[in-house]
């Protein structure tokens, strides 16, 4: 069983910047992809960035450019440094980890960013 804790959330203005973290935990060997969702209010989950384990990362449009997909093998630990932040990016980010056949091994519980105008 592989368990995610999200980290790093809080309030920012506008043109801030965030860094959230996913820490993965138990059977991580698993694990082929690490991604990023966010859900607004009212809104469905999107899909933010995605990490695998030779290293590729890919942006939802919204936010390539700003928000950068890293991680610390040795930690197991996935960030999402999140530059320029805008209002339209408050949401509550979710982590998620899949297998190579992308199927979902865990969700996070989410963490909140709020960017204030």
């Known amino acids: 069983q592989v368990h995610l804790v999200e980290s790093g959330g809080g309030l920012v203005q506008a043109g801030g910047s965030l860094r959230l973290s996913c820490a993965a935990s138990?059977?991580?060997?698993?694990?082929?992809a690490i991604w990023w969702y966010r859900q607004g209010q009212g809104n469905q989950r999107d899909f933010v960035a995605v990490i695998t384990n030779d290293g590729t990362a890919n942006y939802g449009h919204s936010v390539k450019g700003r928000f950068t997909i890293s991680r610390d093998i040795a930690e197991n630990i996935v960030h999402l440094q999140m530059d320029s932040l805008k209002p339209e990016d408050t949401a509550v980010y979710y982590c998620?980890?899949?297998?190579?056949?992308?199927?979902?091994?865990?969700w996070g519980q989410g963490t909140q960013v709020t960017v204030s105008s």
């Open positions: 998620n980890a899949k297998t190579y056949y992308d199927t979902d091994v865990a």
């Open positions: 138990g059977s991580t060997g698993s694990i082929n």
